[in-house]
C-alpha cells in the first residue's frame, strides 16, 4: 500500500502562512514527519493559486526535494501553469512525479491528462465529470467511456494511470461509502493490465468528531485494499493507521484485533459479509471496528455517536 502523505495542504494555516512567506523550513519539517510515518509520496497542495501557482509549485518541489530526496512528489492544484511549471521542476531534479488530478470533465481532462503524456508523469483521474455519479456502474462508465481511451490515445500506460472513485463522507452520504469499494473492484478488470487505483481516504470521515476519524478511516482502508486499492492519500502520521496496514500486509494475527482486520479483509475480498460470531463484542476495540463497519456498509445509520448506541 503506497501511502500518498496528505499533509501539506493549502487550508492548514501553517501550510499557508509557510507559503506565502516562502519559509520553507516548517514545511520541511512536515514533509520529513510524513516520511518518517511511511509516506512513499508527497501531496503539494496548493489550491487553485490562480496568481501565483506556477511560482509557488517549483519552488515547492525544489524544498521538499531537499529534504527527502528518495520521494515522489504529488502535484495537487486546479492551476494547469503550475502543474506544468512543477512538472518541468521535477524533470529537471530526476523526481518521480504525479499529476493530482484530471477527471472525466472534457476541458480539465483536455488541459491536464496530455501534460501527464508529455512528461511521462503518473496521474489521478477521477471518475467524475460535472458532477460525481452515485453509483459505482456510473463511475465506471466514466473511466470505460472517457478516461482510459483519452490515456490511451495518449500512449499513457496503464501502470501511470490512477482511477479515483472519489471517497465521500459517511456523515450524510454513507451510501456512497459499498459503491466506492464496488467501483474499486471493477476497475481492477477493466483493462490488461489494470490502471492503478487511489483514494482520497479522510474524505470518507469529513465532518465527523475528531475522536472517530481514524478509526473509521482506517477500517475502510481495510476494506478499500481488500478490494483491490493500490494507494491512500492520508495521514502518515496516524501511527494506528500505519499499524493497521502493517497488520494487514503482514497478516499478523498474533493479537483479537489483528484476527479481526484479517477476517475483515479476507471477507472483504470474497465480496462477503463479516460473520458476527467472529467478533467479541465485549471488547471495546473489535466492537468499535465492528460497529464502524455497520456504518460504511450502509446497515446502519451514521450518528456522531454512533459508538455509544
Given at each position: 500500500m503506497c501511502i500518498i502523505g496528505e499533509n501539506i495542504q493549502i487550508i492548514s494555516n501553517?501550510?499557508?502562512?509557510?507559503?506565502?512567506?516562502?519559509?520553507?523550513?516548517?514545511?520541511?519539517?512536515?514533509?520529513?514527519?510524513q516520511v518518517e510515518g511511511g509516506a512513499q509520496m508527497i501531496d503539494l497542495n496548493i489550491g487553485r493559486r490562480k496568481k501565483d501557482g506556477h511560482e509557488v509549485m517549483p519552488w515547492l518541489v525544489e524544498v521538499i526535494h531537499k529534504v527527502a530526496p528518495d520521494v515522489a512528489l504529488s502535484l495537487d492544484t486546479t492551476n494547469t501553469a503550475a502543474i506544468e511549471a512543477g512538472l518541468k521542476r521535477c524533470q529537471e531534479l530526476g523526481i518521480e512525479a504525479l499529476i493530482n488530478s484530471a477527471s472525466a470533465d472534457p476541458e480539465r481532462l483536455e488541459r491536464t491528462m496530455p501534460l501527464a503524456a508529455e512528461y511521462g508523469s503518473k496521474i489521478i483521474a477521477l471518475t467524475m465529470a460535472r458532477s460525481i455519479p452515485a453509483t459505482a456502474d456510473g463511475r465506471v462508465q466514466l473511466a470505460m467511456e472517457v478516461l482510459l481511451p483519452k490515456a490511451m490515445e495518449l500512449g499513457i500506460p496503464m501502470e501511470n494511470l490512477y482511477l479515483d472513485p472519489l471517497v465521500m463522507t459517511v456523515k450524510g452520504m454513507q451510501d456512497h461509502a459499498p459503491e466506492t469499494l464496488e467501483a474499486i473492484r471493477m476497475f481492477k478488470v477493466l483493462s490488461d493490465p489494470p490502471p492503478m487505483t487511489v483514494v482520497g481516504l479522510s474524505n470518507v470521515s469529513n465532518g465527523v468528531p475528531s475522536e472517530n476519524r481514524s478509526l473509521i478511516n482506517r477500517t475502510f482502508l481495510v476494506m478499500l485494499m481488500a478490494a483491490g486499492l493500490d494507494s491512500a492519500i492520508a495521514d502518515?502520521?496516524?501511527?494506528?493507521?500505519?499499524?493497521?496496514?502493517?497488520?494487514?500486509e503482514e497478516r499478523d494475527t498474533s493479537t483479537p484485533v489483528g484476527q479481526l482486520l484479517v477476517n475483515l479483509y479476507d471477507a472483504t475480498a470474497a465480496i462477503e459479509e463479516l460473520d458476527p460470531s467472529l467478533v467479541d463484542m465485549g471488547d471495546p476495540k473489535q466492537a468499535a471496528i465492528y460497529k464502524t463497519l455497520q456504518i460504511l456498509t450502509n446497515k446502519v445509520i451514521f450518528a456522531d455517536a454512533y459508538l455509544r448506541m
Open positions: 501553517l501550510v499557508r502562512k509557510a507559503v506565502e512567506e516562502r519559509d520553507a523550513k516548517p514545511l520541511q519539517e512536515l514533509a520529513k514527519r502518515p502520521l496516524d501511527e494506528a493507521q500505519n499499524e493497521v496496514i502493517r497488520i494487514v
